[in-house]
């Protein structure tokens, strides 16, 4: 059984561009939670996707948005990066009414030079 | 402003002994408590948590202790392990296991052979 699968898991952009990253939760998980995980820092809520719509949101900008499809999967993406964007990305699962923890996947590391 | 604080950035103990990680709170409206464990290059996993309801979680050689009037909480392994070399976060909610996780800086454990 897989659990979440994140991609890619290394990034390198530059200052400006534009980052999409994907997501696959665990099977049989509804819920996708994205985080931002800084050098030394612990993980930092984003927002949290349930039923393709994002139902709870963290303190980050408006250039960082998502998604969700009808398969439950996910994507983050992150308009006019900045250095300071550069973090591990992590994605989390879970089931609405379920009592079960979150899982998390390994990351997708993103570099802004 | 930090509302998960694990004041401690590393502990190091030997094996067989006693760990015990510290967590302090701020935010009055969590109820629900994680801890989970990092290792380098995968994502962090669910170890054990408490309600606020309970002052005790045991599961194997894992107890977390919850002091609502003073808002710490504590994670004790006995005996410990160097397979217990990771980093541990400490984590909080307020509305069940499907909330929006807060998550301390972490604590990187290292056991002595």
């Known amino acids: 059984d897989a659990g979440v699968t994140q991609s890619p898991t290394h990034l390198i952009k530059t200052r400006g561009q534009q980052v999409t990253l994907r997501c696959s939760p665990k099977s049989g998980h509804d819920t996708v939670s994205w985080y931002q995980q800084a050098l030394g820092q612990g993980p930092q809520f984003i927002f949290q996707?349930?039923?393709?719509?994002?139902?709870q949101r963290g303190n980050f900008p408006d250039r960082f948005s998502g998604h969700q499809f009808p398969n439950y999967s996910s994507e983050l993406n992150v308009n006019a990066l900045l250095l300071g964007d550069s973090a591990l990305y992590l994605c989390?699962?879970?089931?609405?009414?379920?009592?079960?923890?979150?899982?998390f996947g390994s990351g997708t590391q993103l570099s802004v030079l | 402003d930090q509302q998960v604080k694990q004041n401690s950035p590393s502990l190091s103990v030997q094996e067989g002994r006693i760990s015990i990680l510290n967590c302090d709170y701020t935010n009055s409206m969590f109820d629900y408590f994680l801890w989970y464990k990092k290792y380098p290059a995968e994502g962090p996993t669910f170890l054990i948590s408490?309600?606020?309801?309970?002052d005790k979680n045991e599961d194997g050689r894992f107890t977390v202790f919850l002091n609502k009037s003073a808002k710490h909480l504590s994670l004790h392994i006995v005996p410990s392990q160097p397979g217990d070399s990771a980093v541990y976060f400490c984590a909080a909610g307020d509305t069940g296991a499907n909330s929006k996780l807060t998550f301390g800086k972490g604590i990187t454990l290292s056991v002595r052979p």
């Open positions: 408490i309600s606020s309801i309970k």
């Open positions: 989390a699962s879970s089931s609405q009414g379920s009592d079960e923890k979150l899982f």
């Open positions: 996707y349930y039923e393709e719509e994002e139902r």
